[in-house]
């Protein structure tokens, strides 16, 4: 529906806090044929968990296109974002990533390393696993998740290793600075970039996007802004017409991965769509006896 | 504080609708130095009260400013809104008004003219009303609400009346064309301008703003975006520095009016540090246990 145009999603509304420092989210719109509109928060404040709460917190608001009334008041705290981001990234790889996964890298060990992992069990069924986080204890505490011993996962000693033996890689951290660079990257490797949603940050390196065959965004518009591929954009290194989105993928996937030995990325911001549609599905499967369309 | 720049409030964040019309404002931000930030949705589909709903709606959501988590959602259905924009048109006429108030104009019949007329009673002790609406069945109305009875309403023919009688004029409608042109304005008025609060709105034809001798808006940079001011900005009539935030003339009033000569307009668009203040005066009042600030 968004790539076809079909939606109403203006540009991201953000605050800024330094106090002690964190952002907050406001992604909103409608699609032209449905029946409401979402406003959606999330947060994200990086001292929450030295005071024992989750960094991560946020709601789902949907609201009557024809009305204005509030329809649903979703105080997800931020688990349905999650959940449709780790969606999204899940859909990148089952349309992007090569034929064969050897092992699937993972960088980064906040809860969106988790969900992403969970959700590529639904189009992948390789298990094997190597994670890298800045802190090695939260990698060895993430490995020993219960909830992931279906996988085999392996700590990286570093990104070098982990770009060696994978060749489906998902960054999931809220970097400022490159993590990943052109020279890592073998032949054949999908990667999805998560973390870099907010203007100032940076998971790969832009010289990457010059190597890589295929650049996937989920809105041309708002990666234009920020993410990861509008680094690469204001460097001059790619150009606009090099964007396809992810939508446009899914409509005709032979616009992305044509063999195996392409360098793949699908950058993905996040875009007020997925919220809607995320919320609709949970009233859809919350009130049943309602005609929710 | 908003003019003190002790606050921090990104542009607004705006829907529109089609079918039916309608629109959805976001205004979001927070004080430097407070302990919350707000993010207040406040929408308006003109059908709805062919259906027997108010055309307005909405709602505040309070958040902890320093781990992103929801401190209340004030469920207000857009009174709230409405009650802080009438003291902000209270506190125009409070520094702007002349001294001695012949007659107060209403123009429009929704709720911010009821609302506006209510407040203005804390700061003038006129009671002459006269009211003009493109509907006069509401007009009849609005000068038949039990509630205002402690004013005499007296329903205008047209605003040629109004403003020969009125020398503080509030204007409260959604018009997309001017209501009130230069030669109407006799010296000595005030104007609060109030409906122009979206893009194609405009209540105050461009010419007027060159007649005033003082032209005070709520934010200068949203003023410049949109409202009545906007439009004598970009006809090149008025320049940004004539343009007054309504805080400066709090803490300094002699930069208001001067003279029962001068006439002044107050154009409010609505500014998220209104939103803020209040709802956090409805949690005080509320819950009068906590340690709110």
């Known amino acids: 529906m968004y790539s076809r145009q079909e939606t109403v999603i203006p540009p991201v509304a953000i605050l ?12 909103y719109g409608y699609s032209k044929g449905g029946n409401y509109y979402i406003i959606k928060v999330a947060s994200g404040f990086p001292n929450n968990p030295s ?11 949907l609201f009557d296109k024809t009305t204005g009334a509030p329809v649903c008041i979703l105080l997800d705290e931020g688990y349905l974002t999650d959940l449709r981001t780790a969606a999204a990234g899940a859909i990148a790889a089952k349309y992007l990533a ?24 639904s189009v992948t069924d390789c298990r094997e696993v190597m994670i ?47 993590l990943l660079f052109a ?15 907010d203007f100032g940050k940076q998971e790969l ?34 150009a606009l017409n090099h964007m396809i989105e992810l939508g446009s993928i899914i409509e ?4 992305g991965r044509t063999n195996n030995d392409q360098i793949t990325i699908a950058d993905l911001t996040g875009v007020a769509i997925q919220d809607l549609q995320i919320a609709v599905a949970v009233i859809r499967r919350s009130l049943p006896h309602n005609n929710w369309q």
């Not at 800024?16 to 992604?27: L, S, T």
Request: hydrophobic content about 35%; some cysteine; charged content about 20%.
């Open 183 to 197: 020279q890592q990257i073998q032949k054949g490797t999908h990667i999805t970039a998560i973390g870099a949603d």
């Open 252 to 255: 005709n996937p032979s616009l």
């Open 98 to 121: 090569p034929k064969h996964i050897s092992c699937i890298g993972i960088i980064g060990t906040g809860a969106q390393a988790y969900y992403q992992l969970c959700l590529l069990t």
């Open 16 to 27: 800024h806090f330094d106090h002690p420092p964190g952002d907050c989210h406001i992604k």
């Open 205 to 238: 390196d832009a010289q990457i996007f010059k190597k890589a065959d295929r650049i996937i965004v989920d809105s041309r518009s708002q990666c234009s802004i920020f993410g990861d591929t509008a680094s690469a954009l204001r460097e001059g290194l790619i």
């Open 132 to 178: 890298w986080g800045r802190d090695r204890s939260k990698a060895l505490q993430f490995s020993k998740n219960p909830d992931l011993k279906s996988f085999r996962i392996e700590i990286a000693e570093d990104l070098d290793q982990l770009t060696a033996a994978c060749n489906l890689i998902v960054t999931t951290t809220s970097s400022s600075t490159p």
């Open 51 to 61: 005071i024992g709460i989750p960094a991560g917190n946020g709601l789902m608001l």
